[in-house]
Nanobody, 114 residues
């Protein structure tokens, strides 16, 4: 059974940076589209960034500030978050998707506050 586990969340001041990591197991990682989503209190879960085989996509709210990357040899995907804003505060979830199969992590909290 596939599994993805996030790490790297925490508390950071506005303007700061964080790097999230997601480790996958039980799946053919290189074949999956990997994504980062987030959900703030009272809001729906939204897509932040995703990466396929050489292609990336970002939501307008993070474009130019966040970078998604993957290491297929390590079964890992990363989200480098720079110039963080209070509105980036949310639980961030890792997602692995291939056709009808989809896996979600438990989430990691990111709080941007002074």
């Amino acid at each position: 059974q596939g599994q993805v586990v996030e790490s790297g969340g925490g508390l950071v001041q506005p303007g700061g940076s964080l790097r999230l990591s997601c480790t996958a197991s039980g799946i053919i990682f290189s074949r999956h589209v990997m994504g980062w989503y987030r959900q703030a209190p009272g809001n729906q879960r939204e897509m932040v960034a995703r990466i396929g085989a050489g292609t990336t996509f970002y939501s307008d709210s993070v474009k130019g500030r966040f970078t998604i990357s993957r290491d297929n040899a390590k079964n890992e995907v990363y989200l480098q978050m720079n110039s963080l804003k209070p509105e980036d505060t949310a639980v961030y979830y890792c997602n692995a998707k291939l056709h009808q199969a989809e896996y979600w992590g438990q989430g990691t909290q990111v709080t941007v506050s002074s």
